[in-house]
Structures are given as C-alpha cells and as structure tokens.
C-alpha cells in the first residue's frame, strides 16, 4: 500500500492554460474526493467519486473545472483556461465504502500556481 | 450549512507545555467530528474522531479532544508539547450521511524549545 499519489507535485502555468492533475488513490478504496485549499484557509470540498460515478460537486467547481474517474480507479481533475484565483493547491483523497466514518486518506497535494 | 470555527490561526507553544487548539461547530443535530494534522509536506491525516460512542476521544501521538454539546465545542489538547507536534492541525465536520468534510482554517502550531 503506497498510498494516495498526486502527480505533479508542482504545476506552474499562465493564465488562460489548461492543466491536468492525476491522482491515483489507495487501491483497495472505491471514493475519491477531490478537494481544494488556498493560503490560510482549510480544505474545501469539490467533488466526490464512487467507483466510476461522480456523485457530488460543489458549487466551487465550475464549468472550466472538470473531473473524470473513467475505471474507477484514478482520477484526473482538469482545469481549463485557468485564473490566477485558480491559484491554490488541489487535495485528493480516498476512503473505503464501509460507511462514512470520516476518515480520508489524502495524497500531497498538487500546487498550481498561474501566473 | 455545517461548519466548524477555529480561533488563533497560528499557536506557539512551550515544549512541555499544554497544547490546546479550540474549534466550535455550528450543527442543528449532533454531527460527527474530526481533528486532522498535516506535518510539513505531508498530506493529512487523521488525528482522531468523534461519532457519537464516548465524549472524551483519544487519538495518535497524544492528543485528545473532548465534545461538549452544551459548548458546540471539540477542542483539542494534549498535556505535554513535543518538538514534533509543529504542524497544521484542522478540524472538520459532516452531517450524517453525508459524504463531504466540512474544515475549518487551520492552527499552524509551532513549539519553542
């Protein structure tokens, strides 16, 4: 068991870029959350997969915010024509589906920073 | 909408000394509660949880966190700081059955030797 992996750990782009974030969750968890977190403020919710379906997005997540989890197993988060407020670093997370307890198992994170 | 509120956005705090990290929610119906840290270029983790089994919750390297429904409080605390425990700690909620991690800011807690 790895763990969650998140690639690239850094992404520099300029405005109006597309850029892509994989994460690859713990093998054996079935829900991925993607999640986002800026200078000084906490996580912040953006969507969430079960297997293949994605079955929440938050209003954060708008039309240039795409996320795909086509097998069930890794995801990627895209994001086209970035701002600079897309600046911040994106959070991916994995859980088992015995319930919800709470408890994700998050990846580093991928920083992007649009310049 | 459920939502937890954490005070001071950077402690500092003695080794040896009490470590105490205070976060209110704001819940209609009593919710389950979480304390994550985040150690320097490590995702996070969890610290410990509350789900509604006993009120006083021990988690890893020391810590524990009391809920207080009275208060709307979970605050976090572990009598002895160690150099080890400088790091980002977050507390966060969600309503039952839901499936999303409500956080708040965040403690960035840095210990003086």
């Known amino acids: 068991d790895t763990g969650v992996s998140q690639d690239p750990r850094h992404k520099i782009t300029k405005r109006g870029q597309n850029v892509t974030f994989r994460c690859d969750p713990i093998?054996?968890?079935?829900?991925l959350y993607w999640y986002r977190q800026t200078l000084g403020q906490g996580p912040e919710f953006l969507t969430y997969?079960?297997?293949?379906?994605?079955?929440?997005k938050s209003r954060l997540l708008s039309d240039r915010f795409s996320a795909e989890r086509p097998k069930g197993s890794f995801s990627t988060l895209e994001i086209q024509r970035t701002e600079q407020g897309d600046s911040a670093m994106y959070l991916c997370?994995?859980?088992?589906?015995?319930?919800?307890?709470?408890?994700?198992?998050f990846g580093e994170g991928s920083r992007l920073t649009v310049l | 909408a459920q939502s937890v509120t954490q005070l001071g956005s950077h402690v500092s705090v003695s080794e040896g000394a009490l470590v105490l990290l205070r976060c209110n929610y704001s819940?209609?119906?009593?919710?389950?509660l979480f304390w994550y840290v985040q150690y320097p270029n490590q995702g996070l983790q969890l610290l410990l949880k509350?789900?509604?089994?006993?009120?006083l919750v021990k988690g890893i390297n020391g810590f524990e966190a009391e809920f207080k429904k009275s208060e709307t409080s979970f605050h976090l605390t572990k009598p002895s700081a160690h150099m080890s425990d400088a790091a980002e700690y977050f507390c966060?909620?969600?309503?039952?059955?839901?499936?999303?991690?409500?956080f708040g800011k965040g403690n960035q807690v840095v210990v003086i030797p």
């Open positions: 509350y789900t509604s089994a006993a009120t």
């Open positions: 966060a909620v969600n309503p039952y059955g839901n499936n999303r991690l409500a």
């Open positions: 093998s054996e968890h079935n829900r």
């Open positions: 997969f079960q297997n293949e379906a994605q079955l929440e």
């Open positions: 819940s209609s119906v009593p919710p389950y």
């Open positions: 997370a994995s859980s088992s589906s015995d319930g919800f307890t709470g408890e994700l198992f």
